[in-house]
C-alpha cells in the first residue's frame, strides 16, 4: 500500500509539473524565448517514464525501506523551492528569452542547477525505498549521462547571461 500511495504521488506531481512545462513554455516561446539542444529532450522524457513505469511494475508489495522513503520525501520540499525560484520561468526544456537575467533567489544562490540534484536523489532515493537497488544504480548511471549532455547544453545556452 505504501508503494502504492508513493507512487501515486509521484506520477501525479509529474503529470501537474509536465502541465505547468507545457503552459510556461508556450508562454516563454510567445515572450521571443528559444529552445536550445531539443534534441535530447524524448529522451529525457522516455527514461523518466521507463523508470516511474518500472517502479510501478516492481515496487507494489515490496517492503520498504524507511530511510529511503524518508530521502525521497524530503526532496519533494526543495523540488517545490526550486520551481517557486523559477515561477513562471519553470520548464522542462531549456529555453532563453533574450533580455532576462539568471534567477539568483532560492535554491539558485548556491546551486546553478538544484532541480537536477532534486532529480539524482529520486532518481536513486525511490527505488532504493523499495529495495530495488539495481533499479536505483541503472537508472542513476543513464540519469548521469542525460544530465552530463543536458546541463553541458544549458550552461553553454545561459553562458551569456552569467
Avoid: D, K
Avoid at 519533494?76 to 533574450?98: K, Y
Amino acid at each position: 500500500m505504501i508503494a502504492e500511495i508513493a507512487l501515486g504521488y509521484v506520477t501525479l506531481a509529474r503529470l501537474v509539473e509536465m502541465r505547468m512545462a507545457r503552459a510556461n513554455t508556450a508562454r516563454l516561446l510567445a515572450a521571443g524565448a528559444h529552445e536550445v539542444a531539443p534534441g535530447h529532450y524524448p529522451v529525457i522524457i522516455a527514461m523518466h517514464l521507463a523508470w516511474l513505469g518500472g517502479l510501478w511494475w516492481l515496487a507494489p508489495g515490496r517492503a520498504v525501506v524507511p530511510v529511503w522513503l524518508a530521502v525521497f520525501a524530503a526532496l519533494q520540499p526543495l523540488r517545490i523551492w526550486v520551481m517557486a525560484a523559477l515561477g513562471r520561468r519553470w520548464t522542462a526544456r531549456i529555453l532563453v528569452v533574450p533580455g532576462e537575467v539568471l534567477v539568483r533567489t532560492g535554491p539558485y544562490r548556491w546551486l546553478h542547477h538544484p532541480n537536477y540534484a532534486v532529480v539524482v536523489g529520486e532518481v536513486a532515493s525511490l527505488p532504493l525505498a523499495f529495495g530495488l537497488n539495481r533499479m536505483a544504480l541503472g537508472f542513476s548511471i543513464a540519469n548521469a549521462v542525460m544530465l552530463t549532455i543536458r546541463i553541458r547544453a544549458e550552461n553553454a545556452a545561459l553562458a551569456p547571461l552569467r
